[in-house]
Each structure stands twice: as structure tokens, then as C-alpha cells.
């Protein structure tokens, strides 16, 4: 296995992309129509669960994307360690569409312009000896990508600001949520491909240490805040919230009266691609609603390349400011080897190995196809799970629907003390219609740790699933 620095700095360079580009854009029409009918069909019920008010009623009356084309640059490919290919490369979209967006008391406004900026990775993969030659192509952003509206009309007024932030939000959580990584948006390209061959694991574990802040000032505040700041003399209460990709954040704890604080709190996050952006965002705790101090920001590849040590400039609002934070990091790989979990000791809550669990499809549902609406349930002790859920519509077979579904479960020490079995429950709407259970024990022993099947949930059904654990070694 190549070492750590060696993977870090495997990259042959980035080429042009000019190919790329003109065949983007003579399908750009075809993107354009495809594009618009996703946006309304994901984007509008997202509206109407998310934004507050009478925002939560904005839908599209007029949709369409514009003449121009997303472009492509600096494009770098890798062959991966699972029988694929990677491409990463460099999206920006200055696109000048003509959007219209209407609502119950809400004037009618649009959005002219989108400003879009990231950098994507296409996975393809499995490499296969029959045409098409590739199982299917999975698509994501490494981190969160820019987004910036312009709008038109009634979003042009004084409630601009909050038009902006909700809608923008929005979009973002519904990318993030399907193709910023660890999530990737799947498109089989051959019927027949197995997503046990598909699935591309984590890289490996982060296990990060926010140090000490220097130079802490607080951030300006409103006229209600500064008029308290006189009233009680106000030094900044400083916790941080710490994001990588389109993980769950961590918190750390606040320190009072502080204008350096010191945390030396450590957390461990699951890694998806090296070039995942570490996001620091340091807040002051304040009664009247948390300030932002400033962001500071590294990448794993960065962190790990210096050694495992970097002090960050804390940036407010796009300015630098005088405020600075010391970060640290270990870097641990996966590994199919039992005695690394056997062996594992972490402090409370840091991670010492991971479950996965791929639920591939449903083989051998019985009943009428629109009464039927499948979904699985994974559990293991307290942690569940549930898939999406299928129903009948032309060109998909109800009775064996493909969910094609990961999920991750970290395992601390304590969780191995007495670890429960694994159960896949299927259900129809939310209700049970069948279960099994996976002993640990039978994963513990399976060979690589993996243990993959069709598994007989009764009623003539079965549940294609594979479920493997992992341990941590760290990486030299």
C-alpha cells in the first residue's frame, strides 16, 4: 500500500478541457431541458418544507437555464484503489437564465444570472469488459460549491437580503444533501451493474484538533448588542463549529471571558477525498444570538502535507483579521483487519472503526404494484436508518425496485463492548412487512469483513445487502 504522502501527492497535473467543453456545449440545449425539469420537480417540494412563511409557497412559472454553458478547466484523473477512474475538475457557470418564481402574498421576482463555482469529481466506475465498458457514473462536489443569485423585481428591494439567504440556503442544502461528498448522485449507465461494485468507500478518518485562538476581538455587533456591551463589559465567549464536506458539524465546547482561547478538543470525521475542505467557523456565544468571529479554512490534503499542524488566518466577511487558530491532525486508513478493532481505545466519542451498510435493491415483493411503497430500515443498537422510498411509475419494476443506498455507522470502543446485530427491516409505506437480523459476530468472522448476500426477510422477498466493518490504523 503506497504511504500517505505518496497519495497525497500522486497527482500528474491538471490538463485543458477544451474537448470537454465543446461537447457541453452542443448538449447544453439537452442539459438546459433536463436540468429545468429536475429543479422543479426536487426544488419546489424542498420550497415548501424549508423556507418560512410565505416563501414556503414560491413556485417556478417560468424555468429556463440559459444560452450559456457551464465550462470546465483544470482537470486531473486518478485510477482508484476499487477498479474505477476519477475525474476532478473545475466547474464554473456564469449563466444568465430567466427564472420567474411566484407566490401567495409574495410579489413576483426572478433570478437572472447564477453564479456557480466548484470543483466536481465524476467517479466512474465499475470498469467492466462489456460495453459500455463502465457500471455507472457518480457525480459530486468535493466541497460545497459558490452559489450567488442575481435577482430581478420585487428581490431587488429591502427584503433583497432575505430573499437571497432563504432561497440560496436552500439550493445549497438540496446539492449538498445529494452530491457533495460523502453523497453522490448515481447514474447507472448499465442496467445490470451491481452497486456492491459500485460503492467507493472513505478514503480514511480525520482526527482533528482545534487548539488555541489568538487575537480574538469579537465581531461588530448590532446597535441592541453594543448597547448591552455597555452595560456589561463584553469579552468574547468562543466555541467553534467545525464542517467537513457535507458531513454533521462539531461543536466544541464555549470558553468564557477569552480573548485567547483554548480548546484542545479533538474529533474524528470520516473522509471521502483528500481535497475535502476543513471549515472553522468561530462563533461568540452571546445572549442576544451568536456572532461570527470569522472562518478559518485548510484542506486534509494541506493539514497532513504540513505535518499535521497549521496556524489559520480567521477571516470576517471576506477581510482578514489579526485573529488566528492552531489546528492538528492525524490521519487514520480502513482497514479489514479485526485486531485493529479489537484493539482500538479512543477517549469518549473518537472513533475506532466504521460499519457500512449497502442496501442494493429488493428482490420478490408480492401484492398490487400501487399499493406497493417500499423502503428498508437499518438498524444497530441505537443508530436507524431508512432509505428512500419507492413507488410504482413507467419503467420501474416495483416488485424488485434498486434502492442503491449506503450507510455509515462509526463505531467507538464502548459500542464493542456488547455489540448488537445488525437488522434490515422492510417496510411498505411505514409499515413492517418483514425482518432480519445479522449477528456481529458473523461480520467479525466473514472474509475481509464483509459479509454480502441476498438476505431472506420472509414473505418471499429478499434484501440484496452487504454489511463490513473496518478498523483504524493510522497512516505513515
Not at 474524528?268 to 442576544?288: C, E, M, T
Not at 443508530?383 to 422510498?389: D, G, I, S, W, Y
Amino acid at each position: 500500500m503506497a504511504g500517505l504522502i505518496d497519495k497525497l501527492t500522486a497527482s500528474g497535473g491538471t490538463e485543458s478541457a477544451d474537448f470537454l467543453n465543446d461537447i457541453v456545449e452542443q448538449l447544453w440545449p439537452n442539459i438546459n431541458v433536463a436540468g429545468c425539469r429536475m429543479v422543479k420537480d426536487i426544488v419546489e417540494p424542498m420550497f415548501a418544507s424549508m423556507l418560512p412563511g410565505p416563501l414556503a409557497t414560491l413556485q417556478f412559472s417560468k424555468l429556463d437555464l440559459g444560452p450559456v454553458p457551464i465550462r470546465i478547466s483544470e482537470v486531473d484523473v486518478h485510477r482508484t484503489d476499487h477498479n474505477g477512474i476519477k475525474l476532478d475538475m473545475d466547474v464554473t457557470w456564469e449563466g444568465k437564465s430567466d427564472i420567474d418564481l411566484t407566490g401567495k402574498m409574495v410579489p413576483k421576482f426572478g433570478i437572472e444570472h447564477i453564479h456557480l463555482k466548484g470543483r466536481l469529481s465524476i467517479l466512474l466506475a465499475p470498469l467492466t469488459n462489456i460495453i459500455p465498458l463502465i457500471g455507472a457514473a457518480q457525480v459530486a462536489f468535493i466541497n460545497p460549491p459558490e452559489l450567488k443569485l442575481d435577482f430581478t423585481n420585487a428581490a431587488n428591494i429591502a427584503d433583497c437580503f432575505l430573499v437571497d439567504k432563504a432561497v440560496r440556503k436552500v439550493i445549497l442544502n438540496i446539492i449538498c444533501s445529494m452530491a457533495v461528498l460523502p453523497n453522490r448522485y448515481l447514474v447507472k449507465l448499465d442496467s445490470n451493474n451491481d452497486y456492491f461494485r459500485t460503492y467507493l468507500p472513505h478514503v480514511g478518518a480525520l482526527r482533528l484538533t482545534v487548539g488555541r485562538a489568538t487575537n480574538i476581538t469579537g465581531p461588530k455587533k448590532s446597535r441592541a448588542k453594543r448597547f448591552l456591551d455597555k452595560i456589561v463589559k463584553d469579552i468574547p465567549d468562543c466555541f467553534c463549529n467545525v464542517k467537513i464536506g457535507a458531513g454533521e458539524d462539531w461543536r466544541t465546547s464555549t470558553k468564557k471571558n477569552d480573548h485567547n482561547p483554548e480548546w484542545n478538543e479533538t474529533h474524528d470525521f470520516l473522509v471521502a477525498d483528500h481535497d475535502q475542505r476543513i471549515f472553522i467557523d468561530v462563533q461568540d456565544d452571546d445572549l442576544v444570538g451568536d456572532d461570527d468571529v470569522g472562518i478559518a479554512t485548510t484542506t486534509v490534503k494541506d493539514i497532513l502535507l504540513s505535518g499535521g499542524s497549521q496556524e489559520l488566518d480567521i477571516v470576517h466577511d471576506g477581510v482578514l483579521t489579526d485573529a488566528k487558530i492552531t489546528v492538528h491532525a492525524k490521519f487514520f486508513n480502513l482497514v479489514d483487519d479485526a485486531g485493529t478493532l479489537a484493539q482500538g481505545e479512543g477517549s469518549e466519542g473518537q472513533i475506532v472503526g466504521l460499519a457500512t451498510v449497502l442496501i442494493a435493491s429488493v428482490l420478490g415483493l408480492q401484492g398490487q404494484r400501487d399499493e406497493l411503497s417500499p423502503s428498508i430500515k437499518v438498524i444497530w443498537g441505537s443508530k436507524e436508518f431508512r432509505t428512500a422510498v419507492k413507488s410504482y411509475s413507467p419503467g420501474i419494476d416495483i416488485f424488485n425496485p434498486a434502492f442503491d443506498q449506503a450507510f455509515q455507522i462509526p463505531i467507538t470502543a464502548d459500542l464493542l463492548v456488547n455489540p448488537p446485530n445488525f437488522k434490515i427491516v422492510l417496510l411498505n409505506k411505514n409499515g413492517e412487512t418483514g425482518a432480519v437480523e445479522i449477528p456481529f459476530s458473523d461480520i467479525l468472522n466473514a472474509p475481509g469483513l464483509v459479509k454480502e448476500d441476498g438476505f431472506d426477510v420472509g414473505s418471499g422477498a429478499m434484501v440484496r445487502a452487504s454489511v463490513s466493518l473496518r478498523g483504524f490504523k493510522l497512516a505513515h
